[in-house]
T-cell receptor
């Protein structure tokens, strides 16, 4: 079956512009996670959608970052007024149910802010 | 706050060698530990998931062990091949935070 897909695979933008990154989880997976991987920082958690419960936004680095998940499936991560330090690979993962279950990752979106 | 460390940061071995990658974590209150592999420019591929009640998991040439009380896990790769070259990441799912905390990874190079 299809895995987690993300689009675009690469995004180059200018400082100050807004960007939207998309994640399509595995069909039927109710939990969805966003992570960021930057050089020198490793992989860090951003936000977690857990079925119908309120999302865990504790990892979002600033109020320029937001995410939504419509209809319990596709998710969009939005970064407003991008800064150069936002340059990173943004990874999405899903798991069958919320909680400590195996996570399956997408290929990521490489964001470069000039 | 959970912290995950991986040693070594980089490793180069000749083809055919057996090798061990190490992962340690500071908070032993984990639900599970997951090992991933990441190829350059790619996402993460799940290799093995060990529940906190388990001591080890095996998949083909890979064997992962978990000593929860001492906060350690090892990934053993038998008879390494050039195709094993990648970055290996361990991650723990801690009870107090519903998310994975990742280590910084071990970059493995298997040479011919």
């Amino acid at each position: 079956g299809a895995g987690v897909s993300q689009s675009p695979s690469n995004k180059v933008t200018e400082k100050g512009k807004d960007v939207e990154l998309r994640c399509d989880p595995i069909s039927g997976h109710t939990a969805l996670y966003w992570y960021r991987q930057s050089l020198g920082q490793g992989l860090e958690f951003l936000i977690y959608f857990q079925g119908n419960s309120a999302p865990d936004k504790s990892g979002l680095p600033s109020d320029r970052f937001s995410a939504e998940r419509t209809g319990g499936s596709v998710s969009t991560l939005t970064i407003q007024r991008t800064q150069q330090e936002d340059s990173a690979v943004y990874l999405c993962a899903s798991s069958l149910v919320p909680g400590p279950n195996e996570q399956f990752f997408g290929p990521g979106t490489r964001l470069t802010v000039l | 706050k959970q912290e995950v460390t991986q040693i070594p940061a980089a490793l180069s071995v000749p083809e055919g060698e057996n090798l061990v990658l190490n992962c340690s974590f500071t908070d032993s209150a984990i639900y599970n530990l997951q090992w991933f592999r990441q190829d350059p420019g790619k996402g993460l591929t799940s290799l093995l998931l060990i529940q906190s009640s388990q001591r080890e998991q095996t998949s083909g040439r890979l064997n992962a062990s978990l000593d929860k009380s001492s906060g350690r896990s090892t990934l053993y790769i038998a008879a390494s091949q050039p195709g094993d070259s990648a970055t290996y990441l361990c991650a723990v799912f801690t009870g107090t935070a519903s998310k994975l905390t990742f280590g910084t990874g071990t970059r493995l190079q298997v040479t011919l």
